[in-house]
């Protein structure tokens, strides 16, 4: 099977892809397949700003936000859309729908709905009912967003029904729900419960809910990956980038530190997240990684603050640990970049921690750092602690892209009863979001692979019941002293950020819906990194190319739904 994934789109001038599927060659099946298999490549390619903008993944393109997130950086997410995934999904439909196929009509227009939603939530208004109309109008002009909102909403209903028709034939390979309608229709229901949510829309959220949302892994809206490695390479994107001969970038310093040191005990999901390839980061120089030297440790980050759950914190370095310039061996080998840090790079590609074992089918963690021990290495499973094996480590990259999980929606129903839009309990959603997370996590990954304590020295093993319990208790025991509405938000948010490895545009809506969390890592370079982009700015060659593209100066022009307040 092949899986497209590119970041970008950049080769404007190559107007004849020999690769594409074009009206002449493709029947239904073949645009359903190139419309399938390229998709979780733009999604992820999508996700990096909005993750790095969460702290879940570590923004290392500048020191502050302008120069970390430019035009020429969303031309490839936004031209794909464009030029390519939704002509093919019109055409389509256009077939599916003369010889009534309708479920490639129906999952058609959530595809095309959820990534013109996509597109408006990063970047606000964007050309609709003037685009895809070739040479008749090369500079279409934008609709407001909520109007394209308007149109979203209409072809999730719109599926709905057509999905509820007696269809003639179905698709031959549907990765995503293998042909079951009624898992479509759940899909298209909860994107609608999504929508409302932004919208912070009472009847919507409602609406949606009584039709029926994802409420568990059987329902959960993935792609999966295969394990070939070559012509073509199918795996995950997050395998081949750091299970070859590949470094694979930095992981968030701030991230780590939260699932492994501001609670009193580590994160159930830590291991499966995260594999070390150095257990143990005393004794480098400054050259290969800066906290040996604690005068290198900016001064904002020993403010206190009191975190979500009510402890005071003072901020992580350099590492996953607040407390590495009093000793690195704190860090136990959780070895990233903070918030900003934009150096060079030293060698440290088998230092530095890679992604593991979940979503991506890499490797499990059961490295001890007391011991700087390494429990796949000991019990021979893997022949070296490092990830850059040719392939051959940990799961083989049949892992999943989480386009939208049952996890994800527990934790919008916390949020939303919350707020009043629902009449169900945000505590036992959030609860539900928590276990249904870490329970999920751990069964896909011990689809993909070995995971456990290998060599039975007592550190490593899967969560147990005991520790999973600990972590729901201590996070709802903060959620119950928590002062006031808008301090247990913050838990509900934190934790869906927590739960959200990969996926960054629920926890981006998620902060410009309700503002928090309040507290997450600044930049490391600079005391402020300048204004939080509620919207990214529009893309360059959407820019130069149209000549009504509208112009954006302020990162701050926000979406008509985003009601937070400030955001770091």
């Not at 550190?459 to 208790?473: F, K, M, S, T, W």
């Not at 190319?545 to 739904?561: H, M, Q, S, Y």
Request: hydrophobic share 35%; with cysteine; charged share 20%.
């Amino acid at each position: 099977m092949f899986v497209g994934y590119s970041c970008e789109i950049t080769d404007l001038d190559q107007l004849n892809n020999p690769n594409a599927v074009t009206t002449e060659n493709a029947g239904i099946d073949l645009y359903w397949n190139s419309i399938q298999t390229s998709f979780p490549g733009w999604w992820y390619g999508n996700q990096t700003p909005m993750l790095q903008l969460a702290r879940v993944a570590c923004m290392t393109g500048g020191s502050s936000y302008a120069e970390a997130y430019t035009p020429s950086g969303f031309n490839g997410s936004w031209d794909f859309v464009y030029s390519g995934l939704v002509p093919d999904i019109d055409a389509m439909i256009a077939a599916a729908t003369e010889t009534e196929s309708w479920v490639y009509v129906g999952a058609g227009k959530i595809l095309k709905g959820y990534a013109l939603q996509m597109l408006v939530d990063k970047h606000g208004a964007i050309p609709y009912s003037e685009a895809w109309q070739g040479t008749a109008n090369l500079s279409p002009k934008v609709d407001d967003a909520q109007s394209v909102y308007a149109a979203v909403a209409g072809l999730y209903d719109e599926a709905i029904a057509d999905l509820g028709k007696t269809a003639i034939g179905a698709p031959a390979v549907d990765i995503f729900y293998g042909g079951d309608k009624a898992k479509w229709v759940k899909l298209a229901n909860t994107l609608k419960f999504r929508m409302a949510l932004n919208e912070g829309n009472a009847a919507g959220v409602a609406s949606a809910l009584s039709a029926g949302v994802i409420e568990s892994s059987t329902d959960d809206w993935t792609f999966t990956y295969g394990s070939n490695r070559q012509n073509p390479d199918s795996r995950h994107p997050w395998y081949s980038g750091a299970y070859e001969s590949f470094s694979g970038p930095y992981q968030s310093n701030y991230f780590m530190w939260e699932l492994m040191e501001e609670k009193p005990f580590s994160d159930p999901r830590l291991r499966y997240y995260y594999k070390r390839q150095d257990l143990q980061i005393v004794g480098e120089d400054l050259f290969t990684i800066d906290c040996v030297v604690p005068e290198t440790r900016p001064a904002w980050y020993d403010n206190q603050y009191v975190n979500a759950y009510g402890e005071t914190k003072t901020w992580p370095f350099c590492a996953g640990s607040s407390l590495t310039t009093v000793d690195a061996a704190n860090a136990k080998g959780y070895w990233g970049r903070d918030h900003g840090n934009n150096d060079g790079t030293p060698p440290d590609g088998q230092k530095r921690t890679h992604r593991g074992i979940y979503p991506a089918a890499g490797a499990y963690d059961d490295g001890n750092a007391a011991t700087e021990t390494d429990g796949a290495v000991e019990a021979g499973l893997a022949p070296t602690i490092h990830t850059q094996q040719s392939g051959t480590m940990g799961g083989g990259g049949d892992g999943h892209a989480p386009l939208l999980m049952a996890a994800n929606v527990y934790f919008m129903r916390a949020e939303a009863a919350l707020d009043g839009f629902s009449s169900e309990s945000a505590k036992d959603m959030l609860e539900a979001g928590i276990r249904e997370s870490i329970s999920s996590i751990m069964s896909y990954s011990n689809s993909w692979g070995t995971t456990g304590d290998f060599d039975n020295d007592g550190v490593g093993a899967e969560p147990g019941d005991q520790l999973i319990n600990n972590y729901v208790n201590y996070v709802l025991n903060a959620y119950d002293a928590a002062a006031d509405n808008e301090a247990k938000m913050n838990i509900i948010v934190k934790e869906h950020r927590l739960a959200s490895f990969s996926n960054g545009i629920e926890v981006y809506n998620a902060m410009r819906r309700t503002g928090h969390p309040t507290e997450m890592q600044g930049p490391m370079k600079q005391t402020d990194a300048g204004t939080f982009p509620r919207l990214f700015p529009y893309p360059s060659n959407f820019s130069n190319l149209n000549a009504n593209a509208p112009v954006r100066t302020d990162l701050g022009e926000k979406i008509f739904w985003d009601r937070a307040g400030a955001l770091n």
